[in-house]
């Protein structure tokens, strides 16, 4: 990351950079998000039911438009479908740049996934902005550097031009101090403040996500949206993922550990994660002095 591209990121809250994928490259990853789509659409062996099982698919008619993000079964495809992905996550400009973006420790945290549209697909509504605080993805300087603690990085598997819509964001919304209008949220009106930045196939986008305003404009163009979002975490950072199969007290600690324990006593030893699905890892305090969880309150 150039001086100049460390100044926009500060600034902007997100970053393009051009070419990252050869044109090899992209002509691979597409053929494998083809056989993943026939096989899940198609398939009728066993890694055909595991791709469907775990990229649970969308479609629009018969294209496939999306999948989920929680299993990184990109990375588990039969070979060589599986290598684009696996030389995405660990691209060496990628991660020099998450070197500089996220501190020394970062690591992948849940994707990849593929975010796909066909024209007439709707708006998908801006998030984030900080709204509420979540210090987990929150942007910071500390000694001269910068750090976030959720950075998405978005391969652009198909040209995604101003007039075609995708994604969008607000640049300088990581700094933001107000609530985000919800006319800016639904693209009702937003103001002049949302961006849709144009890229290539090849090029990628990273984003502070979570604390930057994104979403994605309806897709317009005649050819398929196609991009791979990859969401990465610093070291202490967790925000989906496999954090979530393992936050419970007795898979986190151990059973013997919290046998007996009541339930506030529990809440205090589940394990870190961002959204944790439960109401028993947080306690409260009445006015009496009693503590309670909100589930038992």
Request: hydrophobic share 35%; aromatic share 8%; net charge neutral.
């Amino acid at each position: 990351m150039n001086k100049n591209e460390r100044y926009f990121w500060d600034v902007a809250g997100h970053l393009i950079v051009k070419n990252v994928l050869t044109k090899t490259q992209v002509t691979a990853a597409n053929a494998a998000l083809d056989y993943l789509a026939d096989r899940c659409a198609n398939g009728k062996d066993a890694e055909s039911d595991f791709l469907r099982e775990s990229a649970q698919p969308r479609w629009t008619g018969d294209i496939l438009t999306r999948t989920r993000n929680t299993v990184p079964f990109l990375l588990q495809m039969a070979e060589p479908h599986c290598q684009p992905f696996r030389t995405m996550i660990s691209h060496p400009r990628v991660l020099s740049d998450l070197r500089e973006m996220c501190g020394k420790g970062f690591r992948l945290d849940h994707g990849p996934q593929f975010i796909g549209g066909l024209a007439g697909n709707p708006n998908h509504t801006l998030h984030g902005s900080g709204n509420p605080h979540k210090p987990y993805v929150a942007y910071r300087h500390q000694n001269g550097e910068p750090y976030v603690g959720g950075v998405t990085v978005t391969y652009a598997l198909a040209d995604s031009g101003e007039e075609d819509g995708g994604f969008a964001c607000v640049p300088g919304s990581h700094k933001s101090r107000y609530a985000m209008p919800g006319t800016v949220s639904n693209f009702e009106e937003d103001m002049g403040v949302v961006a849709k930045p144009n890229v290539k196939a090849g090029d990628v986008i990273y984003f502070m996500d979570g604390a930057q305003t994104h979403g994605a404009r309806s897709w317009r163009a005649a050819h398929p949206r196609r991009a791979i979002l990859i969401k990465y975490a610093s070291r202490t950072s967790t925000r989906q993922g496999a954090s979530i199969s393992c936050i419970t007290p007795d898979t986190y600690w151990d059973t013997s550990i919290v046998d007996g324990m009541t339930d506030a006593q529990r809440a205090v030893m589940y394990g870190p994660a961002s959204a944790p699905r439960t109401d028993g890892c947080y306690l409260g305090v009445d006015e009496t002095g009693t503590v309670f969880v909100p589930e038992s309150s």
